[in-house]
């Protein structure tokens, strides 16, 4: 078993207009609602190549960019083995509700903890929980899997692969914009 390394971080979100998440090694992401006027970020990773990404945080104007990257101190291995070793990060975000918030990711277990106002997911594979009463703003997704919990929010969706059910079109101009090539999305996204 190997040991974690645990990183936390936290900036004013007075000082801020957005944030926008690159998290291209990041397994799994939490996003909650800030209990105060804190951006704070928790970052675990595991596994035997633990040591090879790192967060970089970045201010430009008013905008906090955290990025997650390869380590340039880190060695390649070119053994056969080395395809084996593992990374396992995780990822825990807290943001005011109100907040606009940017996640790009290419292959990531997603949960939305809140209902915020101002979301962008942009995501080639995995899962999003959407566990919130009512969420505002658009998910892009290549072959990730949506699953709604209490949605309330007016949603639209599109899919290249039509793999979606329960669709019904709305008059209202919708809350949620989802946009997927091949991903499914539960029923449950559609009980308003």
Known sequence: MYSQNISQKKWNSNNFDLVFLELDFTGNLTVNKSTSNNICVKYKQEGEFKEKTI????????????????????????????VHKTIANSIEVSVPINFKTIIKTRFCNINIMSSFSDINIMID????????NKIKGEIKS?????????????????????????FRNSIVMPNLVIRTVRGNISDECFIN
């Open 55 to 82: 967060l970089k945080t970045t201010i430009k104007n008013k905008e906090l960019y955290i990025q997650e990257m390869a380590s340039p101190t880190s060695k390649s291995y070119n053994d056969k083995l080395s």
């Open 125 to 132: 594979d995995g899962k999003i929980n959407l566990n919130q």
């Open 142 to 166: 290549i072959s990730a899997n949506i699953f709604c919990v209490n949605p309330f929010s007016k949603i639209l969706v599109s899919s290249k692969a039509d793999f979606v059910s329960g």
